[in-house]
């Protein structure tokens, strides 16, 4: 890379990926230097002549920041699979490149998907604050306490139907459930993009759903792996939730907005489903202990923690850096978006 390039990198990095990116001859890395999301103050101020950026789900790149940075700009590298938080239309538009991390972060948002089910089934919330809150005296074993639905004989619904939502259900098989119905975009794709094998030729029925209804209507559990679009805002609304089975639960481990939150509460205290589990809510992280979410007992929220296993996100890290150089020298990413 003969020519100096400025990069600019909105976290610190884990070791592996930080010394790969110090390695580079002839590089100007301007870091943001905490653990803590980058201002934003401070990355419009130093993106200026920037030849790449590698950035987090948390700082928006839009045209300020591509303006920020002006015509030297070559390529974003995002550390995350959604690319939600990036206007794609301005990168197109100004030949910029985009690299993102879809692979390696699939077996550990698969496994967060698994636990939310049973988590949300079996009332894993609500028992383990029975037990830390001594309520666990005043309610002894008895044949109907803390019941919920079972896992085997489920239909399961996937609304998006990824590597995520295909690494999912290659998990789920062995639990004995008894049907998939899932919804997508793009269905004719999803031949070319079965990931694991597991579509052709399954054991069980695995069917494309007609449309948003018949996906809300038949599904036990309802995992939401989409990406986040115009499409898919509020995609589960209060009317989709009313069309719900009230032994159902919902699994959000895409993106918070694609639940209408209120509407869910709603449907949570009208009974009108058993229950959820969410990785992700809108507004995120800015969820106080107030929020009627957090009243709800058969709701088990964790803090968007679906890819956050030390490999992942080790690898996460290394790629991220991978594609930011690849960008630089104009040569293949590990992962580019196609724009
Ligand atoms: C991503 O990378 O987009 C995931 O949401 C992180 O868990």
Redo the contacts with the bound molecule.
Sequence with gaps: MPQKHKVVVTRQLIDEAQKLLESVPGLNIVQWPTEQPADRKWLLENAKGASGILLM?SDICDEELIKAAGDSLKVIAS????TDHVDRDALKKRGIRLGY?PTC?TDA?ADLTIMLILMAQRRGGEAISKVQTGQWPKMPWSPLLMTGPQIRGSTIGFLGFGRIGQATLKRLLPFGISRVVYLTSEPGQLVKEDHFGLIKGAAIPIEPAKDWEQLACESDVLIVGCALTRSTKHLISTNFLSRMKKLSVLVNIA?GPVVDTDALVAALDKGEIFGAGL??IENEPNILANHPILKQPRCVLVP?????TIETREQ?ATESVKNLLAGLKGEPMVNEVEL
């Design positions: 789900l550390f995350s699979v959604g991390t972060l948002v993106r990785d992700v968007h923690i679906g890819s956050a996460m």
